[in-house]
């Protein structure tokens, strides 16, 4: 029907146009595929870790607590615009005497009873508004769990990188210091032969007191970090056996980082969770303007009711007793004509509030898109980084399997093999710190644009906000 209907306005051209636009804004409306670059990935582990924790943060606990508090207020914004009803029912013993006439009495005995319903019929849109107000509350507590979990999920994944690598670097110290402990123990038996100087071996002593105190120091660095890790996840029992041995190496793809920040850049930054907070906060101060704006406008309700009463006249010639039914059905109008400017300060604190919040949308999204840029750079100085650590890495192993050659033909000593071991467990360890720092960056801004698979581990009871 729209190709028909271009063809009909003889602009046929267009069609093509269209269909282009459409099929760009769908793509557009897809979210960046990430899959198999995360830390996750790369460390099977740390997904159920990662799942899990969803369950146990106190922060994310106390954010789901709120969800339900925000779900409430919305019933309670409603149930003001839905019909009220009420009852009253009373047994009384009444009597009732005219002064001067003590022959004429009059009593109320027995049940009396009321029954009212009552209905706002017209507030000038005032009680819609605070339906909305509520609902917009909703929303951004929704948004906070969402982005309680996010961020505790970036946090979780860069302490999980920093002790995979510090275990790496506890590994290859501890390899390090049993080395030097032969070697001492070879030196202290050339001292006995006296081939070598006391001096000698005292310097041999600092230096193994050194790389024990090195070791040392890292061993309480990987303890101290896996009971953060368990308190930060809820993990009963994490320990170094819970820890990789390995962090692989990661892969690089400008194309994809550029495609991950191109929505973000593309909506003005509004699209990053703080920005979007403040939009709505926009939208709430507009509509507590909107409230503060009628309120000395007349506002209309109905309401009917059904009453019984017992009504008893005693007189000096008879007694009369009779039950009284009443049904009434009435419109009224509330109307307060001043309210000593209490609307006025309420209208102008709205219209500050809504400046406030669109200064500060503002500002977040400048912020969100000169963060996506300046962690997309420095994702190209990581890469960069990650390049050099794994081509010295690969020589460095190169060099190993030379010094083994040399060595085996007799070229060289067999301790030529220990010092490009050395080397290349020196290179392992920094080159895995290296691919964690490359990771945390990734994560940072697959995470900032938004693109982040960890929030569909979200439960499908809370509507996963868009970002």
């Given at each position: 029907m729209v190709l028909s209907g271009l063809k009909l306005l003889g602009c046929t051209h267009c069609a093509g146009w269209v269909i282009a636009a459409c099929l760009a804004c769908s793509l557009a409306a897809q979210p960046v595929d990430v899959s198999g670059t995360l830390p996750e990935h790369y460390l099977p582990g740390l997904a159920p870790i990662l799942r899990d924790v969803l369950k146990k943060s106190p922060q994310v606990l106390e954010r789901e607590i709120e969800i339900e508090a925000s779900e409430a207020r919305i019933l309670g914004a409603n149930a003001a615009r839905l019909p009220r009803l009420g009852a009253d029912l009373s047994y009384a013993y009444n009597r009732t005497a005219l002064s001067g006439n003590t022959g004429t009495q009059y009593r109320d005995d027995g049940l009396f009873y009321r029954l009212e319903v009552s209905q706002p019929l017209f507030h000038w849109g005032a009680l819609r508004n605070e339906t909305e107000r509520?609902?917009?509350?909703?929303?951004?507590?929704?948004?906070?769990?969402?982005?309680?979990?996010?961020?505790?999920?970036?946090?979780?994944?860069?302490?999980?990188?920093?002790?995979?690598?510090?275990?790496?670097?506890?590994?290859?110290?501890?390899?390090?210091?049993?080395?030097?402990?032969?070697?001492?123990?070879?030196?202290?038996?050339?001292?006995?032969?006296?081939?070598?100087?006391?001096?000698?071996?005292?310097?041999?002593?600092?230096?193994?007191?050194?790389?024990?105190?090195?070791?040392?120091?890292?061993?309480?660095?990987?303890?101290?970090?896996?009971?953060?890790?368990?308190?930060?996840?809820?993990?009963?029992?994490?320990?170094?056996?819970?820890?990789?041995?390995?962090?692989?190496?990661?892969?690089?793809?400008?194309?994809?980082?550029?495609?991950?920040?191109?929505?973000?850049?593309?909506?003005?930054?509004?699209?990053?969770?703080?920005?979007?907070?403040?939009?709505?906060?926009?939208?709430?101060?507009?509509?507590?303007?909107?409230?503060?704006?009628?309120?000395?406008?007349?506002?209309?309700?109905?309401?009917?009711?059904?009453?019984?009463?017992?009504?008893?006249?005693?007189?000096?010639?008879?007694?009369?007793?009779?039950?009284?039914?009443?049904?009434?059905?009435?419109?009224?109008?509330?109307?307060?004509?001043?309210?000593?400017?209490?609307?006025?300060?309420?209208?102008?604190?709205?219209?500050?509030?809504?400046?406030?919040?669109?200064?500060?949308?503002?500002?977040?999204?400048?912020?969100?898109?000169?963060?996506?840029?300046?962690?997309?750079?420095?994702?190209?100085?990581?890469?960069?980084?990650?390049?050099?650590?794994?081509?010295?890495?690969?020589?460095?192993?190169?060099?190993?399997?030379?010094?083994r050659e040399e060595v085996a033909l007799g070229n060289a000593p067999p301790v030529r093999i220990e010092q490009a071991a050395t080397e290349l467990e020196h290179h392992e360890a920094h080159t895995a710190g290296v691919r964690a720092a490359y990771l945390r960056v990734w994560t940072e801004l697959v995470s900032l644009a938004g693109a982040d698979p960890v929030l569909n581990n979200l439960p499908a009871s809370y509507a996963r906000p868009k970002w």
């Amino acid at each position: 029907m729209v190709l028909s209907g271009l063809k009909l306005l003889g602009c046929t051209h267009c069609a093509g146009w269209v269909i282009a636009a459409c099929l760009a804004c769908s793509l557009a409306a897809q979210p960046v595929d990430v899959s198999g670059t995360l830390p996750e990935h790369y460390l099977p582990g740390l997904a159920p870790i990662l799942r899990d924790v969803l369950k146990k943060s106190p922060q994310v606990l106390e954010r789901e607590i709120e969800i339900e508090a925000s779900e409430a207020r919305i019933l309670g914004a409603n149930a003001a615009r839905l019909p009220r009803l009420g009852a009253d029912l009373s047994y009384a013993y009444n009597r009732t005497a005219l002064s001067g006439n003590t022959g004429t009495q009059y009593r109320d005995d027995g049940l009396f009873y009321r029954l009212e319903v009552s209905q706002p019929l017209f507030h000038w849109g005032a009680l819609r508004n605070e339906t909305e107000r509520a609902r917009i509350g909703t929303a951004i507590a929704e948004k906070n769990y969402a982005e309680a979990y996010r961020l505790l999920a970036m946090a979780v994944r860069s302490s999980y990188l920093d002790l995979v690598a510090t275990k790496l670097r506890v590994q290859q110290l501890r390899r390090r210091h049993k080395l030097r402990a032969a070697e001492l123990a070879t030196e202290e038996e050339k001292l006995a032969n006296g081939t070598v100087s006391p001096e000698h071996i005292a310097m041999q002593k600092l230096a193994f007191r050194d790389a024990a105190l090195d070791l040392a120091r890292w061993e309480e660095q990987l303890a101290t970090g896996c009971r953060g890790f368990a308190r930060l996840t809820g993990l009963p029992d994490f320990n170094e056996a819970s820890i990789p041995n390995e962090l692989p190496r990661p892969s690089h793809s400008a194309t994809l980082a550029s495609a991950v920040v191109a929505p973000l850049l593309r909506e003005g930054g509004r699209s990053a969770f703080e920005a979007q907070v403040h939009e709505m906060n926009v939208r709430e101060a507009d509509l507590r303007y909107q409230i503060a704006r009628v309120r000395l406008m007349p506002k209309f309700n109905a309401t009917a009711g059904y009453y019984l009463e017992n009504t008893t006249n005693a007189t000096m010639l008879d007694v009369t007793q009779q039950g009284v039914q009443r049904q009434g059905f009435a419109v009224s109008a509330q109307w307060w004509i001043f309210d000593g400017l209490a609307t006025r300060g309420a209208k102008r604190e709205a219209l500050a509030a809504k400046r406030l919040a669109e200064h500060r949308l503002e500002v977040a999204a400048e912020e969100a898109m000169e963060r996506a840029q300046h962690l997309q750079r420095q994702l190209d100085f990581e890469a960069e980084a990650l390049d050099l650590a794994e081509t010295r890495l690969r020589i460095t192993a190169q060099n190993l399997a030379k010094a083994r050659e040399e060595v085996a033909l007799g070229n060289a000593p067999p301790v030529r093999i220990e010092q490009a071991a050395t080397e290349l467990e020196h290179h392992e360890a920094h080159t895995a710190g290296v691919r964690a720092a490359y990771l945390r960056v990734w994560t940072e801004l697959v995470s900032l644009a938004g693109a982040d698979p960890v929030l569909n581990n979200l439960p499908a009871s809370y509507a996963r906000p868009k970002w």
